[in-house]
């Protein structure tokens, strides 16, 4: 006979999960045209003392493999043991991605840019709606990881929407060392979430397709200092050093095509007018040196040597002119400049590479 359903037990896939239990389930997406049945592995991790429902999640695109790892470690070391509440961890949502080192979908489309989906629409619009219809009424807060996407490597960061105290807590407990305020974007996760007044922080590490071992380790620490946050870890390590908040943010953008040659690195503090590379064109006649309209933190760097037009070269997190001062050890010596400029693209404010 079965068991009465308990006020604390988690219905989640058609399984009835109870505080205490650990549990493994697969949410079926749909086929490939092979008839291969693509499903998402949902781990489930419960206390017996009820608390909060954390959700820790990767792979919203299947080339941004650092955040897959941190939560493939977590899993395979055994770590995830909530004293209280439940963790529900996914190490890939994106599965068609995964298997085709891409951020898409087959059809083309960001999952993180079709919440809250419709069981009828695009492929990328039948996963967000899967997941907002089973995993979303679950959870209380979460992170997402996230990578720099092509060649752009993000410095580990977080990126929320500051000003609301349950979201200016978690990123205070997870100490990035960067702390990015960022706007939400339409179709995204964390639009989706906070309509639903649920908080998403968002972990940025690395480059896709590449394993970016500090950064990996700042995601396992950080995501231990939230749970510890929420009563839900015994101890966690404090941060090395004080998050730096960037409170608004920008995008310097390649002026000319060619060979793009850069002097700095990401962590750098670059001063206002500072040179940080040269854009030089493939047959030795002419070179640009680049400087910066801006002082700033740098904390994306392309990669790429061939760069357009318009293409990103860095990302400059911005502090207030007048922040507090703090103890910082390099690459993060603080060095506040004057007023950021009015007149900067900031229209890229993703969850992960610019458009």
Known sequence: MPHARQPND????????RPGERVLT?????????????????????????????????????????????????IRRDLLHPLRGSIIAIPILNIYGFLNFSREVPDGKDVNRSFPGHPRG???SRVAHRFMREI?????????????GAARSNMPQVRCLLGHPDTDALAQAFAAPFTLHSALR????????????????????????????????????????????????????????PSVVCLRHTWLRAKYAGLFHTQVQNGDFLEKGQVYGSVADPYGENSVRLESPVAGYIIGLNHMPVVNQGDALLHIGLTDPKPARVELSPPFLEKPGGPPETDLDDADDADDAPQ
């Open 10 to 17: 988690m219905e989640l896939n058609g399984l009835t999960i």
């Open 26 to 74: 697969r949410l079926v997406i749909s086929k490939l045209p092979s008839g291969t049945v693509i499903d998402v592995p949902v781990h489930v991790f419960r206390s017996t003392v009820p608390g909060p429902t954390v959700l820790l999640l990767a792979g919203m695109h299947g080339d941004e493999v650092n955040g897959i790892e941190t939560i493939r470690r977590l």
């Open 122 to 124: 695009s492929l990328a």
């Open 136 to 148: 979303m009424p679950l959870v209380d807060c979460g992170i997402d990881f996230h990578t720099g």
């Open 186 to 241: 339409p179709g995204s996760l964390r639009e989706a979430a906070f309509q639903q007044q649920k908080t998403i922080i968002v972990y940025e590490a690395g480059e896709s397709l590449r394993l970016d071992e500090p950064g990996i380790e700042l995601a396992i620490a950080g995501t231990f200092r939230v749970l510890h946050h929420l009563c839900m870890a015994a101890e966690a390590a404090p941060p090395a050093r």
